[in-house]
């Protein structure tokens, strides 16, 4: 029997997983090795198992194609997350699952494409004896250990289109704008897709933000004979003193979905200032649509490292780019702890430098 890997896909899907399983089988392919594909996330991995023989040469329009050809998931049994920061603690028969459905289709190394409640899983079980290698996907960029994630370049663009295709309108009518973008408890996509679309004010979860300074803004605007303005909000962008805006009930056990903080901020800006104000929520656009050219640049060089990683035997680790060149780093160095926009970080000066408002 040839030597064989198996890759699954686990949490909220974006661009460029597809990529990344290319890469993985056609890497893998090369070394005469076969890819196993679970479906469904980790579940695939356990009885029944659920699986497909990935065949490098019939894999077409990976490169491109959005979402996920295995699958994934969010919630279950293999969900790390219950709160804002609380990861859950895999019971062992979950481990013993994964290690004899490893063993049974003989195979030598799993490639984990998560972000970091799938990794925390990852780790959990590389800890319990499975040999596990990492691939950091989140739109929201927020894992540590790798300057970006993949997928995050995809989502920014996708919000930068957006906020392009407003500005046009809000100028027309001279309205007050408010695009609100993903990222959970991090603010990248916002300010990245606020610097690059050339919004006036970015709210982001690391800094609080309060009406007045907004409104400052509007009103320098005005003076000025700028009668639009537009305003990108992360979803887990609060008011000074204020809590997160969520949407839909709160399930036990989950994190919150995040979700609604621009309806808010325009009806408050429209009450305070007479001036029009609409919202738009960006949402799962965010995560839909082929990858960017970055991210598939990036997502074919971490899918070529994860099975040099495999090769060496360095499990337990987790590809990461970093700046000049992609590396690993060990899994725990990246999850448990978000990695959040620097409140002075060179993103951050370079807004206020610009006059950019951020709400403080
Ligand atoms: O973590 C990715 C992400 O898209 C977040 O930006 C967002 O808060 C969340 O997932 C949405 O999750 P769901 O698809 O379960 O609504």
């Given at each position: ?7 699954v896909?686990?949490?909220g899907?974006?661009p460029?997983l597809?990529?990344?399983i ?6 893998a392919a090369?070394?005469?090795?076969e890819t196993i594909?679970?479906l469904?996330g980790?579940?695939?991995?356990l ?16 490169l491109?194609?959005g979402?996920?050809i295995?699958g994934?998931a969010?919630r279950g049994r293999?969900?790390?997350k219950?709160g ?5 603690s895999?019971?062992?028969?979950l481990i013993?699952?994964v290690?004899a459905?490893?063993?049974?289709l003989?195979i030598?190394?799993?490639v984990?494409i998560?972000g970091?409640?799938?990794?925390s899983i990852?780790?959990?079980l ?10 950091p996907?989140?739109?929201d960029?927020d ?10 370049d995809?989502?920014?663009a ?5 906020l392009d ?5 809000a100028?027309s009518?001279?309205?007050?704008m408010?695009?609100e973008v993903?990222?959970r408890?991090?603010?990248?996509i ?6 690059a679309g ?5 709210l982001i979860?690391e800094i609080?933000f309060s009406y007045g300074?907004i409104?400052?803004k509007?009103r320098e605007?005005e003076?000025?004979d ?6 990108v909000?992360?979803?887990g962008?609060?008011e000074?003193g ?11 056990n ?6 609604g903080i ?11 200032t007479?001036?029009?104000?609409r919202?738009?929520v960006l949402g799962?656009?965010?995560?839909g649509?082929?990858p960017?050219s970055?991210?598939?640049a990036?997502?074919?060089?971490f ?5 040099e990683?495999?090769a060496?035997e ?8 970093q ?11 990246a999850?448990?702890k978000?990695k959040t926009?620097p409140?002075?970080g ?7 430098a ?5 709400g403080e």
């Amino acid at each position: 029997m040839s030597e064989r890997i198996g890759i699954v896909t686990g949490g909220g899907d974006c661009p460029g997983l597809n990529a990344v399983i290319r890469a993985v089988t056609k890497a893998a392919a090369k070394r005469g090795w076969e890819t196993i594909g679970f479906l469904g996330g980790y579940e695939g991995i356990l009885e029944p198992q659920r699986y497909v023989a990935l065949d490098y040469q019939k894999l077409g329009s990976l490169l491109t194609r959005g979402g996920t050809i295995l699958g994934t998931a969010n919630r279950g049994r293999f969900s790390a997350k219950v709160g804002h920061g609380e990861t859950r603690s895999l019971p062992q028969e979950l481990i013993d699952g994964v290690k004899a459905g490893m063993q049974k289709l003989n195979i030598r190394g799993l490639v984990s494409i998560g972000g970091d409640g799938s990794l925390s899983i990852g780790q959990q079980l590389f800890e319990g004896g499975v040999p596990l290698v990492g691939v950091p996907k989140t739109i929201d960029n927020d894992l540590e250990g790798t300057v970006m994630t993949f997928g995050f370049d995809s989502a920014v663009a996708c919000a930068t289109d957006a906020l392009d295709r407003l500005h046009t309108t809000a100028e027309s009518h001279n309205r007050i704008m408010v695009l609100e973008v993903m990222g959970r408890y991090a603010g990248w996509i916002a300010i990245y897709a606020g610097v690059a679309g050339g919004a006036d004010v970015i709210l982001i979860p690391e800094i609080p933000f309060s009406y007045g300074s907004i409104l400052t803004k509007v009103r320098e605007r005005e003076m000025a004979d700028k009668h639009f303005t537009l305003i990108v909000v992360a979803e887990g962008a609060r008011e000074k003193g204020g809590e997160f805006v969520t949407s839909g009930k709160q399930v036990s056990n989950r994190e919150a979905r995040l979700g609604g903080i621009a309806a808010t901020v325009a009806a408050e800006l429209e009450e305070r200032t007479g001036k029009e104000a609409r919202a738009c929520v960006l949402g799962h656009l965010q995560r839909g649509g082929s990858p960017t050219s970055f991210d598939r640049a990036l997502c074919t060089i971490f899918g070529a490292e994860a099975v040099e990683l495999i090769a060496a035997e360095k499990f337990g680790h987790m590809v990461a780019y970093q700046g000049s060149g992609v590396g690993s780093v060990k899994i725990t160095e990246a999850v448990g702890k978000l990695k959040t926009v620097p409140p002075e970080g060179g993103f951050v000066r370079t807004a206020r430098a610009l006059g950019i408002c951020l709400g403080e």
